[in-house]
């Protein structure tokens, strides 16, 4: 009897789990990013759903129930097989602790299977390996289920405006109507000082741009590394600033991606406002050079 009820917990749990994974799947296909899909009920999901509701004109509880939650995909579409390829694999590198030995590097790759196919498909590590209990060898050749977060070919609507939360922790944009289109989670600076309250316009948008090291930014570093002069770091998802850079108009200052997706929104940044790259990505197809930055305390 013990043994039944427990497999029926399991079973209610991997429902929830998967009831939960398609509304990240879904929201993050909206534009409403959950964060790092993972398939489990958390803050950043909760955000996302009320970001949605406040887009919709429905009451704003971040409960997705009812009429209240978006249309969410039918079974069949949540999930995708992909088999890896020699491409692939080609793509991965190394990623040294030293940043001169970074700076040597002509690309700042992924390192393994699973964390290419994460960045791809927006997903965490631990969620790859929990949808394929049975691939061993993360090599050219292994298929793989993995949530269905393809984009559309569609291009996103121009953002008018861009607001940021520094309380709250995320970043939207909005339409030339005052519309809510898209809702990102965000890092910020973890320093007051660093963080450029009041309005900014977008001067630059980069995508997959170098980075600048300078050893003055990073006083956690050895004794060694501070001895450094300033580095150019080559571009890639394991670059500093990730995949895509949004220059504002305070010198030094933007939004751009991040090696460490997981920790966004859980981690302060040493500046600036640190996004998932995918979501980097998107919103630097939606902003163009003039745009408004609203930096709001809350």
Known sequence: MRQLCLMLLLAVAARADEATLSLQVTLDRLGFSP??????????????????????????TGEATGVFAPALLPPEMLYTNVTVTDADVAQLGVFP?????????????CETVPELLGERFHCRESLIFRLNPAVSNWTAGATVRLPNTLPNTTPPRKAAKLQVSLGQKFIRAYDAQGRLMAHFPCSIAAKQEKRPVGTLTVTTVAPNPNYTFDPANFPELDAQQKSYGKLIISPGPNNPVGTAWIGLSRPGYGIHGTPHPDDIGKTESHGCFRLANWNAERLARMVEIGAPVEVLVD
């Not at 790092?36 to 887009?55: E, H, K, N, S």
């Not at 602790?97 to 790759?109: A, G, H, Y």
């Open 35 to 60: 964060g790092v899909i993972d398939g489990r009920t958390g803050p950043q999901t909760r955000a996302a759903v009320m970001a949605w509701q406040l887009a919709n004109e429905m009451p704003v």
């Open 97 to 109: 602790k030293d940043w001169r030995e970074r700076s040597r590097l002509e690309r700042l790759s």
